[in-house]
C-alpha cells in the first residue's frame, strides 16, 4: 500500500462508472487467466477490457453482471488485446478477484464518487 496521500483534485479526475458486461470471450493469450469483457456504459459507449476473474466466475455467469470500471485511463496492450477501461475488484493475497457492484442495480454509465 502505498502512503502517498492524492488530493481531492486526483480523485476528481478518476472516471469511475457503472457498466453492464454484454459479451464474455476466453484470453487464452493472457500470462494469468482471464477473460476479455465488453462492458456497456450508456451514454459513455462500449468498452473492452480483460479480467483476472476466472477463479470466480464462469462465462456465461458474467453475461448481464453490472460492475464497477475506471474509463478514462489510456488504451493499454495486454498480449494480443487492447484494453480501454479498467474493471475494480477486491483482490485476495492469493490474486483471487471479487469484482465491485453497486448494491443494487443503477444506470450504465452512473459516475461512482
Not at 476466453?26 to 482471464?34: D, E, G, I, W
Not at 480483460?50 to 477463479?55: D, F, L, N
Not at 443494487?104 to 454509465?109: S, W
Request: charged content about 20%; proline content about 4%.
Amino acid at each position: 500500500m502505498s502512503n502517498e496521500l492524492l488530493t481531492w483534485s486526483d480523485f476528481e479526475k478518476v472516471e469511475i462508472r457503472t457498466g453492464t458486461i454484454i459479451s464474455v470471450e476466453a484470453f487464452p493469450q493472457a500470462r494469468k487467466p482471464a477473460y476479455k469483457l465488453t462492458i456497456d456504459f450508456g451514454d459513455f459507449g462500449t468498452r473492452r477490457t480483460s479480467a483476472q476473474v476466472t477463479k470466480l466466475y464462469q462465462m456465461d455467469d458474467l453475461i448481464g453482471k453490472q460492475v464497477v470500471a475506471v474509463v478514462n485511463f489510456p488504451p493499454k496492450q495486454i498480449a494480443t488485446f487492447m484494453s480501454e477501461c479498467l474493471v475494480l475488484g477486491a483482490v485476495a493475497d492469493d490474486g483471487t478477484v471479487t469484482l465491485l457492484q453497486t448494491e443494487r442495480p443503477t444506470t450504465n454509465g452512473q459516475r461512482i464518487g
